[in-house]
């Protein structure tokens, strides 16, 4: 049969099988016009062939799409670019792709790592990268230096015992954040911040408001894990990002107004570039933040007799901040307060220490905070004054002499008959009620019109009603294979079919239908064809 190809302008014919498959048809078509096509690891350059608005795959044959004699197909030239990278999460158990530049395999581990953020929201002293084989990435290394190819698989862990605390943040259930919170205090405390920096990325408002409640500023850096408190050089620069910085990101414009409400030095806060939320919002185009805090930085702050620009009244507030922080830091001196980790604390060195970033759950890690949960049983009772000595199981045993059994108090047999009959009195009213709802059910639920009496001349049912023991075992069993060898059931299959058939827009509704039946059935038949199906079973037909 004929059918044409319009492409870039042109209308061409080509005579072609009902049975051919769409593959056989691009082919005749990069032949034809001399379509130059490429697949590397970078991307990909293919056909696509359209009809009736829906796009053809490359195992349909013709006919079984409903393509006839003079049909028309519209062929495109697209272009596919491949991730450069996939990084695994071991939190949410995904694969995200990394669509950036074969320049980035040049680049360090740090800057991966930033893009990573931009995408799952985490912040980056709250995981780690590790290559195929389990080696930890640092920052200060280059991806060549791990030897990462293109679309290399790379994988993501977190703190040990944080897997289920992180996956409460992601989903917002406070809740959950609330049960799996660390019993150590500077933990607790970075924990609380990581919360706020993450329910800003996310916009939970309730989970923002809760760590606002619990005294974390949005305008202060989520910093890094106390056990990294004496590793400043190797840290990320990105430690230095506060939650205010992940909502402007994000175009978080609820939480935006919550974090500038509780503090006005979040409009100024900046993050290790020098970027105010400002910046950070207008670099990635969200139009409503921007405008708003716009709005918000060049406003006047009203006193009783004078009134100052909000960037004045910023500096004002930071240089009283700074300050009280100059003389408190003054006043505890004296106290020979200790900064930073202390003697005793676990510290973090990169290269050095066993790794503790490997994603293990709150139950395999063993930490403290899981040890500390642990409940022990009081302490058995020992009454010595009614034990003897010379008896070993005086302990367990119970002394019978001091257990007194209380039992209930006798009824009268007449209150029990009284009783008895009470109850017979209101379930008889219950059953009374009961028929009369059915009745007035039955009643409003009558047809208008009389239905035809029930016709008592015999007919013949199909066979399957009629089916032998031995004829419903082939089928239950052709069922099975079928959901054994396609990975679906029949039902399964049958909304598969009809989704794709759906696609066709320009094709009416019987006629999309049909070709959904007609799929159903190829379906089947290639399964039977491959030997999914043995030779004795009949393939059954799915019904749409």
């Not at 293109?150 to 605390?165: M, P, Y």
């Not at 009280?324 to 505890?332: A, I």
Request: hydrophobic letters at 40%.
């Amino acid at each position: 049969m004929r059918i044409f190809i319009s492409f870039e302008g042109s209308f061409e014919p080509f005579d072609v099988s009902a049975d051919e498959t769409v593959e056989a048809i691009k082919l005749m078509i990069k032949d034809y016009f001399h379509i130059p096509l490429s697949e590397d690891k970078q991307g990909r350059r293919y056909l696509e062939l359209i009809y009736a608005g829906a796009a053809l795959k490359d195992s349909w044959s013709l006919a079984d799409v409903g393509i006839s004699f003079c049909s028309t197909l519209k062929c495109f030239v697209k272009e596919e670019d491949k991730p450069i990278l996939y990084v695994f999460n071991g939190v949410t158990q995904e694969t995200m792709p990394i669509m950036e530049g074969i320049s980035l395999l040049g680049k360090k581990v740090s800057d991966l790592r930033t893009l990573i953020t931009l995408r799952c929201g985490f912040p980056v002293s709250v995981y780690c990268l590790r290559t195929a084989k389990g080696l930890e990435m640092y920052d200060c290394n280059t991806l060549k230096d791990y030897r990462t190819d293109i679309g290399i698989t790379l994988r993501l862990d977190v703190w040990d015992g944080w897997k289920e605390f992180l996956m409460g943040c992601l989903l917002g259930q406070k809740l959950k954040v609330q049960r799996y919170l660390s019993k150590e205090g500077p933990v607790l405390k970075y924990q609380k911040r990581v919360v706020l920096y993450i329910a800003a990325f996310y916009g939970y408002v309730e989970l923002t408001e809760w760590a606002l409640k619990q005294g974390v500023r949005p305008h202060e850096a989520v910093g890094v894990h106390p056990y990294r408190a004496w590793c400043h050089e190797a840290l990320h620069a990105d430690v230095s990002k506060c939650p205010i910085h992940a909502a402007a990101e994000a175009g978080q414009l609820l939480i935006l107004k919550a974090f500038v409400n509780c503090s006005v030095l979040c409009l100024e806060c900046k993050n290790a570039a020098g970027q105010t939320p400002l910046n950070i919002a207008f670099k990635h185009k969200h139009k409503d933040c921007v405008l708003y805090l716009l709005s918000k930085t060049w406003s006047m702050v009203s006193f009783l007799k004078i009134s100052v620009p909000m960037r004045i009244y910023i500096k004002i507030k930071q240089w009283v901040l700074r300050a009280k922080s100059h003389g408190l830091h003054k006043s505890q001196l004296c106290g020979a307060r200790v900064f930073g980790a202390k003697v005793g604390d676990t510290v973090m060195v990169d290269g050095f220490t066993e790794p503790k970033m490997t994603s293990k759950s709150r139950h395999k890690a063993g930490n403290k905070d899981s040890q500390s949960t642990t409940r022990k049983l009081p302490p058995l009772m020992e009454k010595t004054a009614h034990r003897k000595p010379s008896n070993p199981l005086a302990i367990s045993q119970p002394d019978t002499r001091e257990q007194t059994l209380k039992f209930p108090p006798l009824v009268d047999a007449n209150t029990v008959s009284e009783l008895q009959r009470h109850q017979q009195q209101n379930q008889k009213k219950i059953t009374a009620t009961s028929r009369k709802r059915q009745n007035l059910i039955k009643n409003i639920y009558l047809p208008q019109v009389p239905l035809p009496s029930v016709s008592r001349v015999g007919y013949s049912h199909p066979s399957f009603y009629y089916a032998t023991p031995n004829a419903d075992f082939l089928l239950r069993s052709s069922f099975e294979s079928f959901s054994e060898h396609s990975g679906k059931t029949p039902r399964e299959n049958a909304i598969y079919c009809l989704a794709m058939a759906s696609a066709f827009k320009e094709k009416q509704w019987l006629q999309q239908l049909e070709i959904a039946r007609v799929l159903a059935k190829k379906s089947i038949s290639n399964l039977t064809i491959h030997g999914g199906l043995t030779a004795h079973e009949n393939p059954p037909e799915t019904v749409l």
